[in-house]
């Protein structure tokens, strides 16, 4: 039987960017302490990455409150940084860190918003190195935000090297797996990476970045079925119209589907915006009701041209993906909708997740089906 308190699970809960189940968590541990100024933050800061700034607020206030003297300057910094006041929340951090210079939260949370401000990386990954050497307890979060900015900056060693601390300290950290899978990859390590890819997957199935970055790695690997597999499952959360045409086979519809929008430094743990839309377990007008499908794992292949190989999953019967490499642009992968005559492109992702331009048309009579 765990003895993990209702707020270990929440904060455990919250580095697996379940911000909604986290959020149940703090609550349940606030009826029993109600001064727990670290429990009132991160609940408010779970408010705030849901896009709810008012509980956040009023948590906020709350963490304000009960907290002590260094502690109610964190809070108030919050309180400014989500009200959209950069400058004060920088004022009131920078006060925290020369006046309790040793208390680490203050300089983590100065870092976090530096990083909301262009040109500041250099500025936010040394006040993540106090919040380190200062024993912040929560350190992990300052790790995996140092490496990703040594990432950003090339530095994929010493990035990795932050990556495994955080790990280390806290192996929850989901979005730090991605991490450190992302730098592998671009050493070339794909084996490892695919580990770090499938260990997140494992912490939060929902969390669609470690699916491409599978793809990704799996397509360099040469296993390109395997890697369209992957990215279809990005692809389709990330494209409501693409999401609509799947089965209630495939695993998308019977869950939220995240809208995944690029978020740089929300506070350090939220790599994308947690977002959800209900999609329903209902199939979609047109589609094949379960009877009529084949096997889960059966696939129609397809060449044409210069687009190369396309697939078609048993799952979802009216998409076709491809990788295309022709490209100046890079490597991206693309989902059409089958419209009987003609192949229409839905959407097409480059490796890291960005939408590129749609493709062509292609018609069917141009494809060399492979059955």
């Not at 960017?17 to 703090?26: E, G, L, P, T, V």
């Not at 935000?145 to 040594?150: H, S």
């Amino acid at each position: 039987m765990s003895s993990a308190s209702p707020f270990d699970e929440g904060f455990n809960t919250f580095l697996r960017c379940d911000k909604r189940s986290a959020i149940n968590y703090f609550t349940e541990h606030l009826r029993r302490y109600p001064n727990d100024f670290e429990c009132w933050m991160y609940r408010g800061i779970s408010y705030a990455i849901l896009g709810d700034p008012n509980k956040a607020e009023t948590d906020f206030i709350e963490a304000e409150n009960v907290g002590k003297d260094f502690q109610k300057l964190i809070a108030r910094g919050l309180r400014a940084k989500e009200g959209g006041n950069v400058a004060e929340a920088l004022r009131i951090f920078r006060q925290a860190t020369e006046t309790y210079p040793t208390e680490g939260i203050g300089w983590h949370f100065y870092g976090v918003t530096l990083l909301t401000l262009r040109d500041k990386k250099d500025e936010a990954a040394a006040a993540f190195q106090m919040a380190i050497r200062r024993n912040y307890k929560r350190c992990c979060t300052s790790q995996y935000l140092l490496g990703t900015i040594l990432a950003s900056q090339g530095k994929h060693e010493e990035a990795m090297a932050e990556f495994r601390e955080s790990l280390r300290a806290n192996p929850s950290t989901t979005v730090c797996h991605i991490a450190l899978g992302d730098s592998l990859a671009h050493s070339g390590q794909y084996d490892k990476a695919a580990v770090c890819y499938r260990q997140a997957t494992q912490l939060n199935a929902s969390l669609l970045q470690a699916n491409l970055g599978l793809g990704v790695v799996m397509m360099y690997q040469g296993d390109e079925v395997g890697a369209l597999e992957e990215v279809r499952t990005f692809m389709t959360s990330l494209n409501r119209d693409v999401a609509q045409l799947m089965t209630i086979q495939s695993p998308l519809p019977t869950h939220p589907v995240v809208e995944v929008v690029e978020k740089e430094g929300a506070h350090g743990m939220a790599s994308v915006d947690e977002k959800v839309t209900e999609t329903g377990s209902h199939l979609a007008a047109g589609s094949k009701p379960d009877s009529e499908l084949a096997a889960d794992g059966e696939i129609q292949m397809a060449t044409c041209g210069e687009q190369g190989k396309l697939y078609s999953w048993a799952t979802s019967p009216r998409l076709w993906f491809s990788i295309d490499r022709s490209n100046h642009a890079g490597v991206q992968f693309v989902a059409y909708e089958d419209k009987g005559d003609r192949l229409e492109c839905l959407i097409s992702i480059n490796e890291i997740g960005r939408l590129m331009p749609r493709k062509p048309v292609i018609m069917k009579q141009d494809l060399a089906l492979k059955l």
